[in-house]
């Protein structure tokens, strides 16, 4: 075998490794192979696939073209990479591409420059066109700006997102994750300053009910009027947070008007301008039901849920809603697990675990569905979990198949 066969066969070889790992992270993303699937980023990594695979199939024939198509390829997950989260070993196979590609289009860049270069200049025309474009109509139909908010990002205080919830006529919670500092701080010294916001007098001062190893922090303030306007926030001794701070009304009792907002379905990320207006709404309250992000983590990882919720809860818009709107929040199934995720998802565990850590919700069982109810006014509100013990879609029609599970009916 020559040398220059040799070199063809290793490109081969490094080209096939990359395919392989973006046919993994398709897998894994969508639950099987799928070239059009919900989510999104399963088929765009299915199609990258493609792309290395023919790469591999044109690498004896023609190494120059081989190399384009592999760093198409790779350019792909890189964009992919850009609009939402990707696997670690999938970046690896996109820089193996990356690499294989660069090595490819050297030589004869080298010989015959010119030549080279005009050849290459229509596909990098297309490729830009094409990523413009599809950044683009991703953003306007699934991504982050709808249009995007002209908040931008604040500092970070004591706190790096706190947001409120569990909200009664006496009492409310908030959740919070606390600055990388602040969490090697002795928590006898963290509490949440609650105020009435009329006059700005101290009402309490309550320490955490529980700071995760992730340093999250619950708190539960109590004792409470009904229908009163307070203010929050978190404090570390005699220092209390600067940027993110909270108001909020308590619930009434009895009969009563009030403004309530809904909402799903957000892009992960989003600092869309809908929730500057619900903002400008001042509901009561804020009831989330479902697809708190689309990260689609369908593994038993913990933290990666918690950097998908983290993306969400640091975004200026949503940041700015949450810290003046308490939220009730179930999830659907890409803040959950994967597309259509039911009961047997691998992030089921995870899923729960996190939700329990980081979402300031209503009292719930130590394990099992994120179900809670409350009242608001005169009005009983029920959130259901139509996700944790829903049954496979798939699986036979019986009265075993439920979408609540037995614990909720």
């Known amino acids: 075998m020559s040398t220059r066969s040799r070199r063809r066969a290793g490109a081969a070889l490094l080209t096939l490794a990359g395919a392989a790992a973006f046919a993994v992270a398709a897998v894994n993303r969508a639950g099987e192979f799928a070239l059009i699937e919900r989510p999104w980023e399963a088929s765009a990594l299915t199609w990258a696939a493609l792309l290395a695979a023919g790469a591999v199939l044109l690498m004896p024939r023609s190494g120059f073209a081989a190399g384009l198509i592999a760093l198409a390829a790779a350019w792909t997950v890189l964009v992919i990479s850009r609009l939402g989260e990707v696997p670690n070993l999938t ?26 270069l005009l050849a290459l200049a229509p596909p990098i025309a297309a490729v830009a066109l094409l990523t413009v474009a599809g950044i683009r109509v991703h953003d306007l139909y699934l991504g982050p700006t709808h249009p995007s908010s002209p908040l931008g990002p604040q500092p970070v205080d004591l706190v790096e997102w706190a947001w409120a919830g569990a909200v009664t006529p006496s009492s409310f919670a908030v959740t919070a994750q606390l600055a990388g500092p602040v ?26 009910v529980t700071v995760s190893p992730a ?12 229908g009163a306007r307070y203010r929050w926030s978190v404090s570390l001794g005699d220092r209390e947070e600067r940027y993110r701070t909270g108001e909020l009304h308590t619930f009434p009792v009895g009969q009563s008007t009030v403004t309530i907002a809904f ?3 957000a892009s992960t990320g989003s600092n869309g301008q809908v929730f500057d207006r619900i903002r400008e709404a001042e509901p009561l309250l804020f009831i989330h039901t479902g ?6 983590i369908d593994t038993n990882d913990p933290a990666a849920i918690r950097r998908a919720y983290a993306r969400s809860l640091r975004a200026p818009a949503q940041q700015a809603l949450w810290l003046t709107a ?16 039911d009961r047997t998802t691998a992030s089921r565990d995870a899923a729960r675990s996190v939700y329990r850590e980081i979402v300031p919700h209503y009292p719930l069982p130590l394990d099992g569905p994120i179900a809670q109810a409350f009242t608001v006014g005169r009005v009983r509100v029920i959130l259901t979990d139509s996700r944790s013990e829903r049954a496979p879609s798939r699986a036979p029609d019986g009265p075993g198949k439920s979408m609540l599970g037995e614990t909720q009916l």
């Open 326 to 341: 308490p939220v009730a929040y179930t999830w659907d199934d890409h803040d959950y697990g994967g597309n259509d995720a």
């Open 91 to 116: 970046l690896a196979g996109a820089a193996l591409l990356a690499l294989v590609g660069s090595l490819a289009l050297a030589g004869p860049l080298r010989r015959s420059p010119r030549r080279s």
């Open 263 to 265: 909402g799903a379905c």
């Open 183 to 208: 969490r090697a701080a002795d928590p006898s010294a963290l509490a949440l300053v609650v105020r009435a916001a009329s006059d700005g007098a101290v009402v309490g001062r309550f320490a955490p």
């Open 215 to 226: 340093g999250v922090a619950r708190f539960e303030a109590g004792g409470l009027e009904p």
């Open 291 to 296: 697809d708190f992000h689309y990260a689609d």
